[in-house]
Each structure stands twice: as C-alpha cells, then as structure tokens.
C-alpha cells in the first residue's frame, strides 16, 4: 500500500495505507496522486486523441485536465487526490467531496504535496509547530473543519477545489465544483422517483465488478437503504457487518438484523470488547492524519479488517445521509431561529457551535494559561462556518445547514475517517450517498420535503420506503450507543491515565494538569458529557505523541 509525495518537483511514492500511482505524463504534465474513477468508460469517450487511450484511473484524470482543465475534472464521478507538476507550478486537485485527502507545504526547496500528512512532516524546512488555532477547533468539533492541520506550516486542500501552486509562492484557488441551491417545486411523488433513480446508479456506479461486495450495517436508514439497493442491484453475493459491544449497552442488531434477514444477505457481527478498544486505540489514532474524536474509530477499523479477511475488496457504507439529506444539528438549529434575537450571522454560527456540545465552553479551564494567551491572536474558530451560514449558494436556512455539514464534517471528518481507515486494512470505502450527483439532486428538492415536520430526511426515507421494513424507515435517529464511560473507567483506564499523565503531555504544556486530574477523578457532579469530553481530550494527546508534536 502506498501514498504520494511531491517534494521539489520530484513525484515518488511513499510507504501508507493509500493507493497511489504514477507519476504519468501528458504532454509537459506529470502527475502523481491517488484516483478512483466511477464513470471512466464514458468520460473515456470524451477525450479528444482516440490514440493511446487512459491506462489507469489517474491517467484518465490527468488527460481529462490536460484536454478540458477544471472541466475535465468537474465531469468526473469518483474519488481523488492528485498532484500535477506543471512547468515549475504544482497544481493539487481534491474531489468534489473530499473522499480522498491531500495536504501542501512549503519549504526551503519549494512547494511539497502528499496524501500523508506524516511524509511532509519529515521533509527539511516544513514547519512542523503546533498549531494552536487547530487545537482550539478539535476541542470544540471534535476534528478539524477547513484547511488547517495541526501543524503551522501545513494545509489540507479543500474538496471541489483546484489549488495551483506557484514557484514565486503565490497560491491560486480556484473552485470546480460546488453545490448549489436550485428551485424545484415538485410534487414529493416526483422528487422521490427523481432521488431513487440517483441512488441506484450512485450504489450501481460503487459496485466491484465481478466480485461480492460488503455493506456496513448500522440499521439506520442510510445504510440500510445502500445494503437494500446492492442487494437488488449486485450480481455477486453482498455481506453485512454489523457492531456489537460486550456491555450492556443498548444496541441496533435487532434492526441490523431485521434488514439483513429482509434482504436476504448474511450478517457478520463483530462484538467489540473494552479491552480490544484499549489494545488498539493509539494503533488506531496513528493512522489519521488529523484525530477524529468518535468512539467508533478502532470498531470502524475492526470491521474494515474483518471485510478484507473475508476477501472484499471494496465495502460500502451509508454515510452522507445526515450531511446531505439532514442531520440531528437542524432541528436545534431550526428552533434558535424562531427565538434569536442577534440577526448576525455571527450568532448563528455559535448557535452552531454549541450544538456540537463539545469542550468548547471547557477551553478557559482546560487549556494552560500560555495555549491561550496564543489564540489570543487567532481568528475566531466560526470563520470556516461563515460562508456556509448566510445568503449565498443556499438561500433557506437547512440548505445553508446541510452545505456547511457537508463541507465540513462530510470533508473532514466521516470522508477522511472512512478512507483512511479502510485503506489501512486493504479495502476501499465507497459511500453512495455523496454521490455528486446525489448531493445535487438533494439541493434541488424543497426543504420542506427533507425536514417535514419532525421527521427529517424525510423524501430520502420515501424514495426507498418499497425496499425496507416500515420499522426501519419510520424509526427515529437514534445512532450508535457506545460505552465510552464505561470503557474509560474500565479497561481504557491505565491508559487513559498513562497518556494524559505522561510527560510528553506535561512539557507540552498545553492541557492544565490540575483540570486533567480533576476530570479523571470525576470530581464534583458529573461533567456534563463527561465521558465524550475525556474521550477527546485523550484521543488529542495520542495523536500529538503519535506525530511527536510539539509547541
């Protein structure tokens, strides 16, 4: 397995967890980078020489640019991350939505790109001090949401987005692909009919040619609906793999199961134990190359691993339904605006913010009195919200809700964790439902049909009320209960006190040991969310000492 590095012009690969290629060439062009392309045969066709024709997926991008430039690249259905060398120009190119990652550097030679983050750390004259700005975002989104990394010398591209790097060390951003709000007054009989058709071909254009397909199954509706369509849509066998926690935690395998045994596919479930999470929790952080604060990480790795051991090659999932077709932030979010007063957007954006319900309002007491003297110069963590949550693109306030979802937590968050995750087990994982061509879709249907009344997604849930138990569909959101307390204050314990007691944490000097202890020892009356903030706070400091960062 293998990722991409781009340093002084040069393209080479590198080891990781990543399926990168290249470099090819057309014409003066070189590129490297990692491509999965879903609609290749008919773009195939559109290339203007019929000589010579693409012989891999990167090929394909790189001649689609050469031929059209971003129109090219707008045209395609897939997922990438690609470097072009362009003269003494590179050029970074991130898919429309952000499946695959890609992070940029200069340094004393000149620009550098790579799908690792870690290979740009090691290269000489990268700045590679802690980020202070990014440590006050994932403390209050539990990831980071745009373009910073934790490093102060590091980005990430953004999706939909071609970045050109100039040798004079100008940056030229230009966008190739963004969704937009169209009115489309139909009937919801007409939306439903319209949406289904996009879903079959976007679970349809995911299927592995000739060969069976895993489907992670929660026995929520979104992926409930992808292991349906794959069902009725694969000519291969399709196998579910569902989660199960050695606690007494309530769990989804009856619902998991309810769809499995409806769609007549077998159901492989894993039964996660406290004591595996805490064997593999910093294995696990490592692989990110920016922390994700879900308790789902090491169980999502764990599944990825148990599909490759059964021969899958490519496992599907049903993320991108909450992001694209309404999540549980809308429903908070609907009710301050019928009660705000402030009619900035401003306000709206830290309404947003205390939605997440994180460490935000723990930052004056978690953080030393140094770390926030230095974000005393820092922009205001809403900044990357902002452009999401006004007029724009999107005129009704759930379409400006559900663009900024997926431009951040869809980008940065389940896209980012999904691919690395999956990539580190020798799978590919491919989510239907960001589709482009769903995600548009999804922003023509009127908002009323997505949240109606208190039932949200609801035009997705009628698209494919034929193909699952009523059950399911009708059920409300509930997500996946995981035992975080009671791992913290069993097996996950003498870790938990090691890594946040250690003293790479404490000359770092950016938690306050006092505050740390306390939260530990659960003083007082209960933190509220107290098991989700430590679980935070702990998966910072093993991805810091993973990438041995410092202040």
């Given at each position: 397995m293998t990722r991409f590095l781009v340093s002084q012009g040069e393209p080479t690969l590198v080891d990781g967890p990543g399926v990168a290629t290249g470099p090819v060439r057309a014409g003066r062009l070189r590129a490297i980078g990692e491509a999965t392309v879903f609609n290749g045969d008919a773009l195939r066709r559109t290339l203007r020489t019929a000589v010579d024709p693409p012989s891999t997926d990167l090929d394909l991008v790189l001649r689609l640019y050469a031929d059209r430039g971003l129109r090219g690249i707008a045209d395609i259905e897939g997922m990438f991350a690609v470097a072009i060398v362009d003269g003494d120009d590179l050029v970074v190119l991130r898919d429309h939505v952000g499946s695959r990652t890609l992070f940029y550097t200069r340094t004393a030679d000149g620009w550098a790109a790579s799908s690792s983050l870690r290979a740009l750390t090691r290269l000489t004259g990268c700045d590679t001090g802690l980020n202070l700005r990014a440590v006050q975002s994932f403390l209050t989104f539990a990831y980071l949401p745009g373009a910073e990394t934790f490093f102060r010398g590091i980005a990430e591209a953004l999706p939909g987005r071609s970045l050109r790097l100039h040798a004079d060390g100008r940056t030229?951003?230009?966008?190739?692909?963004?969704?937009?709000?169209?009115?489309?007054?139909?009937?919801?009989?007409?939306?439903?009919?319209?949406?289904?058709?996009?879903?079959?071909?976007?679970?349809?254009?995911?299927?592995?040619?000739?060969?069976?397909?895993?489907?992670?199954?929660?026995?929520?509706?979104?992926?409930?609906?992808?292991?349906?369509?794959?069902?009725?849509?694969?000519?291969?066998?399709?196998?579910?793999?569902?989660?199960?926690f050695d606690t007494d935690t309530p769990n989804e395998l009856g619902y998991s199961g309810m769809v499995a045994a409806h769609c007549h596919i077998d159901q492989q479930v894993l039964t996660v134990t406290g004591t595996a999470i805490a064997d593999r929790m910093a294995e696990t952080v490592a692989l990110l190359d920016c922390p994700v604060g879900d308790p789902l990480t090491v169980p999502n790795l764990m599944l990825a691993e148990a599909a490759a051991a059964q021969g899958h090659s490519v496992i599907l999932n049903g993320e991108g339904g909450d992001p694209v077709f309404g999540g549980p932030k809308n429903l908070p979010m609907l009710i301050f605006e019928l009660f705000r007063t402030d009619p900035s957007p401003q306000a709206r954006a830290t309404a947003y913010l205390d939605s997440y319900r994180k460490c935000l309002d723990d930052l004056p007491t978690l953080l030393t009195a140094d770390a926030l003297a230095g974000l005393e110069t820092t922009t205001p963590t809403i900044d990357v919200l902002l452009p999401y949550l006004q007029q724009g693109q999107m005129r009704s306030l759930l379409n400006q809700l559900l663009h900024v979802n997926l431009r951040t937590k869809g980008a940065h968050h389940i896209l980012t964790k999904v691919e690395r995750l999956t990539a580190a087990s020798g799978v590919e994982g491919r989510a239907p439902l960001f589709d482009r061509d769903v995600v548009d879709y999804a922003f023509r249907i009127p908002p009323q049909q997505k949240f109606r009344g208190t039932s949200e997604k609801w035009i997705l849930k009628e698209a494919v009320r034929d193909l699952l138990p009523a059950t399911i569909v009708d059920r409300p959101k509930s997500g996946m209960r995981v035992p975080v307390q009671q791992w913290l204050d069993g097996p996950l314990s003498e870790l938990t006190n090691d890594v946040l007691g250690s003293r790479a944490a404490v000359d770092r000097a950016l938690l306050r040991p006092e505050t740390v202890r306390a939260w530990l020892r659960k003083d007082g009356a209960l933190l509220p969310r107290h098991g989700g903030k430590l679980w935070l706070v702990l998966t910072l400091e093993l991805w810091l000492q993973s990438f041995e960062v410092g202040r």
């Open positions: 030229s951003p230009e966008s190739f692909w963004e969704p937009v709000e169209v009115d489309d007054p139909g009937e919801p009989r007409h939306h439903a009919a319209q949406l289904r058709e996009r879903l079959e071909q976007a679970v349809v254009r995911r299927l592995p040619a000739s060969e069976p397909v895993g489907v992670l199954l929660s026995g929520g509706v979104d992926s409930s609906l992808v292991a349906a369509l794959a069902t009725k849509l694969h000519d291969h066998p399709v196998t579910s793999y569902s989660i199960a």
